[in-house]
């Protein structure tokens, strides 16, 4: 019913910055919070940010100042603007959303890679 779609990731030498946009399509979108997610190979994924109603915002400690998370409520989309990017960076990132009316959706991921 709900489809999620990223887009942004790719290629970048420690230190640069990319943008992630995540784009929810589909009937009835009614969605509470969204968030975005990573996982590297051989690591649990975890939770990067979330944002919820009113812009309320919570960050891993590992990207707190460095990454920004935001949402265009009429739009349905979130972002996360990555800068100052690190190796440990690396990984692959997911959104998330979660309905107001209860399911949680996922997106395909898309890759970033932190690298010289």
């Known amino acids: 019913q709900v489809q999620l779609v990223e887009s942004g990731g790719g290629l970048v030498q420690p230190g640069g910055s990319l943008r992630l946009s995540c784009a929810a399509s589909?009937?009835?979108?009614?969605?509470?919070?969204m968030g975005w997610y990573r996982q590297a190979p051989g690591k649990q994924r975890e939770l990067v940010a979330v944002?919820?109603?009113?812009?309320?915002?919570n960050y891993a400690d590992s990207v707190k100042g460095r990454f920004t998370i935001s949402r265009d409520y009429a739009k349905n989309t979130v972002y996360l603007q990555m800068n100052s990017l690190k190796s440990e960076d690396t990984a692959v990132y997911y959104c998330?959303?979660?309905?107001?009316?209860?399911?949680?959706?996922w997106g395909q991921g898309t890759q970033v890679t932190v690298s010289s």
């Open positions: 998330n959303a979660e309905m107001n009316w209860g399911p949680e959706y």
């Open positions: 589909g009937s009835r979108i009614s969605i509470n919070t």
């Open positions: 944002i919820i109603s009113y812009g309320l915002t």
